[in-house]
């Protein structure tokens, strides 16, 4: 959800309406506002470096490449545990892991935005 998407949800914006001051309750749904910003650009980061680690993968590349270090950074504290989780090889000999980090993220910011939004 862009910050765009998100300030239409709530309609907050940072104008005052005919000069009059902020009232405390929009002064918190700013609040809220700017961290339903913090949790998107941050699944968006983890979400790009998940995609380059997969791609990278199919290449040959792997975790001890100089410019995937920071990908594999990101996205190990959500990927290792799933791995884990999943048989070896997976449905025809591939990593689904990748995948299902994908999902719990997604769930994690949808339930994150609800809660903060409501």
Do not use: C, H
């Not at 005919?18 to 961290?35: H, K, N, Y």
């Not at 090889?89 to 903060?116: E, F, H, M, N, Q």
């Amino acid at each position: 959800m862009s910050a765009a998407a998100v300030i239409a949800r709530t309609g907050v914006t940072a104008r005052r309406w005919r000069g009059a001051p902020v009232s405390a309750p929009r002064a918190r749904a700013g609040q809220r506002v700017a961290l339903a910003f913090i949790i998107v650009a941050s699944y968006n980061v983890v979400f790009a470096a998940l995609v380059v680690r997969v791609v990278a993968s199919w290449f040959g590349r792997f975790r001890y490449t100089w410019w995937l270090r920071p990908a594999y950074v990101l996205t190990d504290w959500v990927v290792e545990p799933i791995r884990r989780l999943l048989p070896a090889g997976g449905a025809g000999g591939l990593d689904w892991s990748p995948l299902a980090a994908w999902l719990v993220l997604w769930v994690l910011k949808r339930v994150l935005l609800t809660i903060i939004l409501g």
